[in-house]
């Protein structure tokens, strides 16, 4: 016998007390029907969704997509957004550019007004460089605001809507809506320009969060987008509505593991 001698069960001392003994309880088994649907067989995809979601990741690289997801429309902002860009650095080009013969006519006025020698300015040749410097500065300007304006956009898929922030050259963020809590969708056309140019701004709000909603500006075609994403969302909720009650038919009915894929909903 060791140091410490083992414990006897309760059904020991009974045996031993000539008392009936009563084997232990055995736990209830529990039927393969009344699994969670969580542990149950994912449901299968169908072969036009893989071929579509396959599509989308070779044309959209940079969209992260789930299984099943494939992008239904990719919207950028309208060009009109790149004329004010233009605009404003093409005329801060020419306003220094015109600088250098300007001032080659003014200098002598620019000495006798300022009452010095003439030969006190700097040269003609001297400002050609920095002022082509800072005109080459404005251009690279503009190269980045318009690198920025074009990353900003989003894309519409069949489960979601992902929205790429671009701040600045060095800055990006991404958000992702789930269509499911998609509350309502609108857009906004303010103005002849955005009439006749057919651009606006787009807003999404979701359940809960209806004062703050998502703002999507310079959308090109807003009718078209916000048409598209209704018809999204209301398949996206459909299914997921549909999902939810066969799972739950399924559970009460103590029907098997395997749902039907998703065409036969």
Known sequence: MGLFSAR???????????????????????????????????LPIPADL?????????????????KG????????????????????????????????????????????????PISQLPSDASIVLPLLALAALFVLGGFVAVYVYNGNMFYL????????????????????????????????????????????????STEGDERNPYVFAFVAKPQLVTRAINDAMEEATGFAVRYRQHGARAESEKVDSTLPPPEQF
């Open 8 to 42: 006897r069960t309760d059904y020991e001392i009974r045996s031993q007390d000539g008392a009936q003994s009563m084997p232990p309880a055995t736990q209830p088994t529990v039927p393969a029907s009344a699994t969670p649907l969580a542990s149950r067989q994912e």
């Open 50 to 66: 893989i071929a579509k979601h396959d599509e989308s990741l070779v044309k959209y690289p940079r969209v992260h997509l789930s």
């Open 69 to 116: 997801e494939y992008v239904v429309m990719e919207v950028r902002r309208h060009p009109i957004g790149l004329l004010s860009i233009c605009f404003s650095i093409g005329l801060l080009v020419v306003a220094t550019l015109a600088l250098i013969p300007l001032y080659a006519a003014l200098r002598s006025g620019i000495a006798s007004t300022l009452s010095i």
């Open 157 to 204: 898929t069949n489960e979601s809507i992902i929205q790429y922030i671009q701040s600045s050259i060095f800055s990006t963020n991404e958000q992702q809506i789930n269509l499911v809590n998609v509350d309502d969708v609108s857009y906004r056309q303010q103005g002849i320009l955005q009439q006749v140019l057919n651009y606006g701004t787009v807003r999404v």
